[in-house]
């Protein structure tokens, strides 16, 4: 029984897959959420305590060479404003941040070729000499020998998604790529010592349950040091237009078993699932997440970020308003204080 299994969340020992698999058998079960959502925000409040971390986003390229089959910065995707952030631009946001009381930063891009890797290592080692932040990158695949010149630059923690652990499933989303690949890069960067943040999307096209159980295995396997989980949600500029989007209960089913299996692991409330939930933007903070990465892109570029839709409006605040200053408030909302 799905909600005896649920109930035993706290007490017993971890999981097993088949156990995982039965609490997921109807995905939409409000009540084995509920169960679940409870149990890792207790573990959530044991490891962390009442802290939510806050890690300011630049997204200072949306230029990517890659095709993967649901994003909106796709390369074949024409109906897109590109732009690239230079060095000063970078600083001048880094700076930005800082003065609403960041002070954890990660870069995001596609994956763009005109930054390359010596022009990495030079802008991390700018920012981490001249301001002191912990920086995060997540800027795609790189030559194995550019994540030790940047990690000795300065760069602590490498954001890669895994994206999805169905190794078939992964090769169409990814032309000319494949899930081996992506494990190699991702235990390459363990490796050298970074904090690795894989982690999936949930409702894929082709997408079982079985292969989301994986994923959680996966990335406990890894030891991962963050694990970003979120919703698939269909980007009208790709192929997988008329796919549908992935269940909101769901994800935070993923979310909570996530948090069950890596209780040490930070659990960002990812963009994508308080997109999906931005009705009751509560929920997703009191069900294991330990972490919310607010976009502090300059306003006129986030709006091209798009990867899918409702992204580029998923912090309510105002061009120019302090998301720092609102996140302590939705925080506060919770009984969880910012850091
Ligand atoms: N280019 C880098 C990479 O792929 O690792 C970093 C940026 S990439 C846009 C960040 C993440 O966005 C991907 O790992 C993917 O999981 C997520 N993403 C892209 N398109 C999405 C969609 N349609 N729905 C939900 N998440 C999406
Ligand atoms: Fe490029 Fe990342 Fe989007 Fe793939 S997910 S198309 S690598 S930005």
């Given amino acids: 029984d799905p909600k005896a299994l649920a109930h035993r969340a706290l007490a017993g020992p971890p999981f097993t897959k088949e156990e995982m698999l039965a609490l997921l058998r109807d995905p939409e079960d409000p009540e084995v959420l509920h169960i679940l959502c409870r149990a890792a925000h207790l573990v959530r409040l044991k490891?962390?305590?009442?802290?939510?971390?806050?890690?300011?986003?630049?997204?200072?390229?949306?230029?990517?060479?890659?095709?993967?089959?649901?994003?909106?910065?796709?390369?074949?995707?024409?109906?897109?404003?590109?732009?690239?952030?230079?060095?000063?631009?970078i600083f001048a946001a880094v700076e930005r941040a800082i003065r609403m009381g960041f002070r954890r930063i990660v870069l995001q891009s596609g994956e763009d070729g005109a930054w390359h890797p010596d022009r990495l290592v030079r802008l991390v080692r700018e920012i981490v000499t001249r301001y002191?932040?912990?920086?995060?990158?997540?800027?795609?695949?790189?030559?194995?020998?550019?994540y030790r010149r940047l990690m000795d630059a300065g760069a602590y923690r490498y954001l890669m998604r895994h994206e999805t652990s169905d190794p078939e499933l992964y090769a169409r989303l990814h032309p000319g790529t494949s899930f081996g690949v992506r494990r190699e890069h991702l235990y390459t960067l363990k490796s050298l010592g970074y904090a690795t943040g894989p982690g999936m999307m949930v409702g894929l096209p082709g997408?079982?349950?079985?292969?989301?159980?994986?994923?959680?295995?996966?990335?406990?396997?890894?030891?991962?040091?963050?694990?970003?989980?979120?919703?698939?949600?269909?980007?009208?500029?790709?192929?997988?237009?008329d796919a549908a989007p992935g269940s909101p209960i769901l994800t935070l089913k993923m979310v909570?078993?996530?948090?069950?299996?890596?209780?040490?692991?930070?659990?960002?409330?990812?963009?994508?699932?308080?997109?999906?939930?931005?009705?009751?933007?509560?929920?997703?903070?009191?069900?294991?997440?330990?972490?919310?990465?607010?976009?502090?892109?300059?306003?006129?570029?986030?709006?091209?970020?798009?990867?899918?839709?409702?992204?580029?409006?998923?912090?309510?605040?105002?061009?120019?308003?302090?998301?720092?200053?609102?996140?302590?408030?939705?925080?506060?909302?919770?009984?969880?204080?910012?850091?």
């Fill in 47 to 89: 490891v962390f305590g009442n802290v939510l971390v806050l890690r300011g986003i630049i997204e200072f390229s949306n230029i990517c060479r890659n095709d993967c089959l649901y994003c909106g910065l796709r390369r074949s995707n024409r109906n897109l404003v590109r732009y690239r952030m230079d060095e000063e631009e």
């Fill in 207 to 241: 997408q079982t349950l079985e292969s989301l159980v994986d994923d959680v295995i996966f990335m406990r396997e890894l030891r991962a040091e963050m694990a970003g989980v979120g919703p698939f949600i269909p980007h009208p500029e790709t192929p997988l237009r």
């Fill in 132 to 146: 002191g932040v912990v920086l995060t990158l997540s800027v795609g695949e790189l030559p194995f020998e550019a």
């Fill in 256 to 339: 909570a078993l996530t948090r069950l299996n890596l209780p040490e692991t930070h659990l960002p409330a990812t963009t994508a699932l308080r997109v999906a939930f931005r009705d009751n933007p509560h929920l997703p903070l009191l069900c294991g997440p330990n972490v919310v990465m607010p976009d502090v892109t300059p306003p006129r570029w986030k709006v091209h970020y798009d990867l899918y839709p409702g992204k580029t409006k998923a912090d309510l605040v105002d061009d120019g308003e302090n998301v720092y200053a609102y996140w302590e408030r939705q925080a506060a909302e919770v009984g969880l204080v910012v850091d």
